[in-house]
């Protein structure tokens, strides 16, 4: 067993661990680097049709975890490593985390706004091969900008298709999900809370109700990012995240 300190890299909806590559890299020196698929990525497929719910997830990366670790996650991935430091609080050491979609700390009146613009979505419904196209194109759109979705290579919109389902019910879960600011106010581990000011209003709107909630928590923004920040412009997230680690006690 490893006895350097342990980092649990945790990857967004409809990508994978590679998402956490070149990370891994910059920390491996001095750090155990974990990175997973999540359930239904890499080589396992969820089953069309088959429920899902984000706490299988939560419950699977628990078991990964041997001792305390440092969570980093984007996104979906963030909003499990959050999930994970409130159900597991004795595995976390710190957060870092890329725009989690922690969505239940919108619970107060003057969230309205955001909140319903976050529960647009509508139910996947998949067709003969399983996918809904105008699903997928809708949520890429959303998060990246009009076009995003017909812009992306190939490759990727084909990862997006064989992944659709469980991300569909990935996000279905997780906005249904209530955990409140009370109980996210609950989270004791040093947390950096990342962000790019090109995202979704609403999303800027969850980061900063989460960064306020948390009782040790840094918010941090770039300006010229969006929400596929930790893919879009590895180096500069990256950098912030080393930082955070480094500055946390051996």
């Known amino acids: ?48 049709g088959k429920p899902f719910h984000f706490r299988e997830d939560v419950a699977r990366l628990a078991q990964l975890l041997p001792g305390p670790a440092h969570l980093v996650g984007h996104s979906y991935g963030g909003f499990l490593a959050a999930q994970l430091a409130l159900e597991r609080p004795e595995l976390v050491r710190s957060l870092a985390l890329y725009e989690p979609v922690t969505f239940g700390v919108l619970d107060e009146p003057a969230d309205a706004e955001a909140r319903a613009e976050l529960d647009q979505l509508p139910a996947y419904q998949p067709d003969a091969r399983g996918v809904d196209e105008a699903w997928l194109g809708r949520f890429v759109d959303w ?16 990862a997006f298709r064989d992944t659709g389902w469980k991300l569909s019910e990935e996000v ?29 209003a609403a999303e800027l709107h ?8 948390l009782p040790r928590a840094t918010l941090r923004l770039f300006p010229a990012l969006g929400h596929m920040g930790p893919v879009t412009a590895p180096d500069v ?9 480094a500055a946390q006690p051996a």
Do not use: C
């Not at 350097?4 to 590559?21: D, E, N």
């Not at 997230?237 to 680690?245: D, M, S």
């Open 143 to 158: 998060w990246q900008g009009a076009g995003a979705w017909s812009s992306l290579a190939e490759p990727t919109r084909q």
């Open 206 to 213: 969850v980061l900063a109700r989460l960064a306020a909630t």
């Open 172 to 200: 279905a879960s997780l906005t249904a999900d209530r955990t409140g600011r009370a109980r996210y106010a609950t989270i004791t581990a040093p947390t950096l809370v990342l962000g790019g000011e090109r995202s979704p």
């Open 1 to 48: 067993m490893s006895t350097l300190p342990t980092v649990l890299a945790i990857h967004s909806g409809g990508f994978s661990s590679r998402q956490w590559k070149r990370l891994g890299k910059l920390l491996e020196p001095g750090y155990h680097v974990v990175a997973p698929d999540l359930i239904g990525y890499g080589a396992e497929r969820w089953p069309i």
């Open 237 to 245: 997230v990256n950098a912030a995240i080393v930082a955070h680690l």
